[in-house]
């Protein structure tokens, strides 16, 4: 079974490596025939076992690929007036300004035809006018969709591979329209998520004013949505985001409590088990309570993991046979494979079998000492070396103190908070008072907990911060760790801290002397920007807030920056005061030293009093390359018309023949008028980034002839509002020669000079990372 679970493992994992999928339905036919044949082929074929479990495991991922993606929204159709008949099917969730809820597609029509094909299962936000919503209800509305799109950068999230993993065909917002009606609440339709909200509804009443309300939301049904970003930073930093994911360790506990209190008790009815023994009395009650929990949490992907695991357990206490731990966890991972092979997309499925398999591999059959709170600090240090890896590879951060505050929370949490959440939430509805009681408990619990957490939070070298690691790191590290976990017997386990060792060592190679790197970050509607020398870093803007929790210097320009290497910006330009320029910023400058602030707008940038104008004629020199500034001058231009324009070229570029950088913001015709008669000379550049994002107020034509660019990058989202790059303005570009790119359909877009100026290489992370389930911008 070992073997069987790891090729099938690595069968899927290989899919996840292409780049393009057929969706054809012919092929579709044809894949499940071939797999009915597969299956039985491993009875006849026993010496070839474990390749066919490596193709069948390739076979079954592509066959649940295409169908979730046969029925994209087709491109026509995107930004278009739809009318849409179907369901509720997740908790509607509420923000400042908005709800958001998945709903399933029954009927689409457009122009009043009724659309044949298209996404089923859609994410939908309601932003004005939005009435009472409940999961279940059946409505006609009138949307706009568009096909799954996110931002593509290194380190960054992957948003489409989630959308993809959720099984949402499409992304899109309800308009304002007479024919948005509620057509049916059936209390009986979606019985188990109406329950959830019914949850959630009085658990948000009886604890309305307490502080950890988000987490005793989160540890009863599993909506994490209410915890605040300040909590988020606390569990990060201390890696106990896990406890309050209702998950392995969670499900277990109650499936473990469960099972022990039904065997204690059956076990004293002496003619009961006669006839049914208590052990199996009690995997039952176990797997029950487990299947309960599961279903509290809305049978999310992690809840089914869990769930999985703590029914294979059951069973085998159930049929009373004794098979290794190892095995167990075999059948586990092939099942919960089975039932989602794309769980493997998730970050929670390598650390939860991955911590598993640690606490098998480390500690059973060792001889050890027996005192509990021995073997409970060894089991944290275990998991604490075994999930170093898989937490480096995804996430570029390690808790240092992580086994030091699990030691306190998980059992403090695990049984204490927990027992007293499940016995609010089960008794609220039908007695408040009590319920209340139990959940303000509950909430107290918690607050006991915090301080202990905020003080590990606090300490100022609790994170480790790490680059992506190159890829043959990975074996050595692999290595390392197994030596760690190894029995104590075998010679030279300290080893494993030198095979460890060029994970951490091994750090990304900078631009040589006098080169350059400048990428241009995908960030949606608006602009971000690096330029890095050998041994300095300029980020000029920094990209749109969307709101108070989340913005793309968090998300974007800091994971950028982390998977160079780079500790500290040098100058940090803002080039122009609108959102989607600066609207990152104050999240960048809390999270990296920033050294100098230039900006058109010092007196916007409140919380950095020190931030300087950004003047023309300023210039500086780092590692024999150029930077200038050319706009704006001291009084006369304001908005749009008083960005930072700055070129980079190297300092060997003498006679000024067009081998440079030019970063334009959101200039206009005056600025550009004002650059054409008093910085001419200066505008001829080898890559130009697009003033104003390609508006047709910008790009004039004389501004396009003096730059003269060999690409020109037009920093638009996809889809956006404003129709940017406008097709005069790329009309002209053309026409002058251009290589036109655009961040929405390339990603991050990284130019790599040598110190003659020339570009040296191009790379477009889009193309470069394409996997099959990204935007079919490219197919």
Not at 67 to 84: F, G, H, N, R, Y
Not at 243 to 256: E, Q
Not at 361 to 389: E, K, P, Q, Y
Request: proline share 6%.
């Amino acid at each position: 079974m070992r073997i069987a679970a790891v090729t099938f493992l690595g069968g899927i994992l290989i899919f996840q490596q292409l780049a393009e999928l057929p969706l054809t339905s012919s092929s579709h036919s044809v894949g499940w025939l071939v797999l009915l044949l597969l299956v039985p082929a491993m009875w006849f074929f026993k010496r070839f076992r474990s390749l066919l479990f490596l193709v069948i495991g390739f076979h079954w991922a592509w066959l649940q690929a295409v169908l979730v993606l046969s029925t994209p929204l087709p491109p026509a159709l995107e930004k278009q007036d739809l009318v849409i008949v179907g369901t509720i099917a997740s908790l509607p969730q509420k923000t400042a300004h908005k709800w958001r809820f998945l709903f399933d597609i029954e009927q689409i029509q457009h122009q009043g035809h009724i659309l044949e094909t298209g996404p089923r299962h859609v994410r939908l936000n309601w932003y004005k006018n939005a009435p009472a919503l409940s999961v279940g209800d059946r409505w006609q509305l009138t949307v706009r969709l568009k096909r799954p799109h996110g931002f593509m950068n290194p380190a960054g999230f992957d948003y489409e591979g989630w959308l993809f993993q959720q099984r949402i065909q499409a992304t899109g917002y309800i308009r304002g329209s007479d024919d948005n009606r509620l057509l049916a609440s059936d209390v009986m339709h979606y019985p188990l998520q109406r329950s959830r909200q019914a949850l959630a509804s009085a658990i948000s009443t009886q604890l309305n004013e307490t502080d950890f309300k988000g987490i005793i939301t989160a540890l009863a049904i599993g909506e994490r949505e209410a915890i605040s970003q300040p909590q988020w930073e606390v569990l990060r930093k201390t890696g106990t985001i896990h406890l309050v994911a209702i998950s392995g360790l969670h499900i277990g506990l109650v499936a473990g409590m469960a099972f022990l209190l039904v065997q204690f008790l059956w076990s004293r009815l002496a003619n009961a088990t006669i006839h049914w023994p208590a052990p199996r009395v009690a995997a039952v009650a176990g797997l029950l309570a487990a299947a309960f929990y599961a279903a509290m949490a809305g049978f999310t992907i992690p809840t089914q993991r869990a769930l999985v695991m703590v029914a294979v357990v059951m069973l085998m206490l159930f049929l009373q046979r004794q098979r290794r731990f190892s095995d167990t966890l075999a059948l586990a991972l092939m099942i919960v494979l089975v039932m989602d092979p794309f769980v493997v997309m998730s970050a929670g499925f390598w650390l939860s079998f991955g911590a598993v398999a640690a606490i098998i591999f480390a500690m059973s059959g060792r001889l050890a000492r027996r005192d509990f709170w021995w073997r409970w600090g060894r089991v944290h240090v275990v998991v604490a070396i075994a999930l170093l890896l898989p937490l480096l590879l995804t996430f570029q951060q390690l808790p240092l103190l992580s086994p030091v505050a699990n030691f306190v929370a998980v059992p403090w949490v695990s049984f204490v908070v927990v027992p007293l959440v499940l016995l609010g939430t089960s008794s609220v509805l039908f007695s408040p008072e009590i319920g209340s009681l139990l959940l303000t408990l509950a909430a107290q619990a918690l607050s006991l907990l915090w301080p202990f957490l905020e003080l590990i939070e606090m300490q100022e070298h609790g994170v480790w911060q790490q680059h992506p690691a190159p890829k043959w790191t990975l074996i050595p590290a692999l290595i390392g760790t197994l030596l760690l976990l190894a029995p104590r017997g075998l010679p030279g386990r300290w080893l494993g801290i030198i095979w460890l060792m060029p994970l951490f060592l091994v750090t990304p190679a900078p631009p040589a002397d006098g080169d350059w790197w400048f990428t241009l970050l995908d960030v949606g509607q608006g602009l971000a920007a690096v330029v890095q020398t050998k041994n300095h870093t300029l980020v000029y803007d920094t990209g749109p807030r969307f709101s108070d929790s989340f913005d793309t210097g968090s998300a974007v320009v800091i994971p950028f920056l982390n998977s160079t290497g780079t500790k500290r910006i040098d100058i940090l330009m803002i080039g122009h005061g609108d959102n989607d320029h600066m609207g990152g910023a104050r999240s960048v400058m809390s999270q990296i030293v920033v050294s100098q602030v230039l900006t058109s707008v010092p007196e916007r940038v409140t919380w950095q009093p020190a931030a300087q104008r950004c003047v023309s004629g300023q210039k500086w020199q780092w590692d024999n390359v150029l930077f200038e500034i050319l706009h704006p001058p001291p009084l006369g231009f304001d908005g749009n018309d008083a960005s930072c324009v700055l070129r980079v070229s190297s300092v060997d570029d003498i006679a000024q023949r067009g081998s440079s950088l030019l970063l334009t913001g959101d200039i206009e015709a005056p600025a550009e008028r004002r650059l054409l008669n008093e910085q001419h000379q200066q505008l001829m550049t080898r890559v130009v980034v697009a003033p104003h994002h390609g508006s047709k107020s910008s790009s004039s034509a004389a501004f396009v002839t003096a730059t003269a660019p060999q690409y020109v990058l037009f920093p638009a989202g996809y889809l956006n509002r404003y129709k940017f790059p406008h097709p005069e303005v790329t009309q002209r570009y053309q026409q002058q020669g251009s290589k036109m790119l655009t961040s929405s359909t390339e990603g991050a877009i990284t130019f790599r000079f040598n110190n003659q100026g020339d570009v040296r290489s191009v790379e477009r992370f889009r193309h470069q990372n394409k996997r099959y389930w990204h935007s079919a911008l490219l197919r």
